[in-house]
């Protein structure tokens, strides 16, 4: 389990996450939503190590991840897929997935993970293919499947559905779904989409200007009116 303890994190004299904390289980998709500018990608950039917290605990089955590296983090089992996706347009997908599989054991990253390739079968028909070649959807699938290649316990994934196609977006979907219910994966999901996230929820969390002020379960994110809560 993922648990955020007390979090504070400034950008030089702005305080942007304010005591954050917030748990992510195995098996549960757990939302965070937020109007723009609430910290929800600095709070992601934050776990993964990408930026430094001032203050407060970031803890994965219990061990203090806090003062570790990004690649470190990588290695216990924490994947991000960034938003904008952020994949290697002039390396192949192959390449990209392999980029993924760095944190791994030398002998664990010999071969592409083949259930990694069924979850994503228009990549394995593409691995030789450029990634900046791919259209945007086929992009963010090589995100998801860069992270997931590491083999994480908890994924962290900032706006997925951004510029991409309804079609693509389903699939994105049903993939968490899988992800969350068959491999018991924790998923930390950042959206502005609001019915793609309610569609995935095990639990929510409001951010407001770096502050969690709402949080609940799935059907209490139904029952409030969350949706006024972060309406832009």
Avoid: W
């Avoid at 089955?61 to 952020?86: F, K, W």
């Amino acid at each position: 389990m993922l648990t955020i303890e007390n979090l504070d994190q400034f950008y030089g004299g702005s305080h942007i996450l304010r005591g954050v904390s917030l748990a992510v289980r195995p098996g549960e998709c757990t939302v965070l939503l937020g109007r723009n500018g609430a910290g929800k990608t600095t709070l992601l950039k934050t776990i993964m190590g990408l930026v430094r917290a001032r203050s407060g605990a970031i803890r994965l089955d219990g061990e203090d991840l806090s003062h570790l590296p990004p690649y470190e983090r990588a290695r216990r089992g924490i994947g991000y897929v960034p938003q904008g996706r952020e994949i290697f347009n002039r390396l192949t997908v192959e390449e990209n997935l392999r980029m993924g599989m760095a944190a791994r054991p030398a002998a664990a990253a010999r071969r592409l993970p083949e259930h990694v390739l069924e979850m994503f079968p228009v990549l394995k028909s593409m691995l030789k293919r450029r990634g900046g070649d791919l259209s945007g959807g086929q992009q963010q699938q090589l995100a998801i499947a860069r992270a997931l290649a590491a083999e994480p316990k908890v994924l962290l994934l900032d706006e997925p559905t951004e510029g991409i196609q309804p079609s693509i977006i389903k699939e994105i979907g049903a993939l968490i779904r899988t992800l969350v219910r068959e491999r018991s994966l924790a998923v930390l999901l950042v959206e502005q989409y609001y019915e793609f996230a309610e569609a995935l929820a095990d639990s929510y969390a409001v951010l407001t200007r770096g502050r969690i002020t709402q949080a609940g379960d799935a059907a209490q994110m139904r029952a409030q009116n969350v949706r006024a809560l972060i309406a832009i």
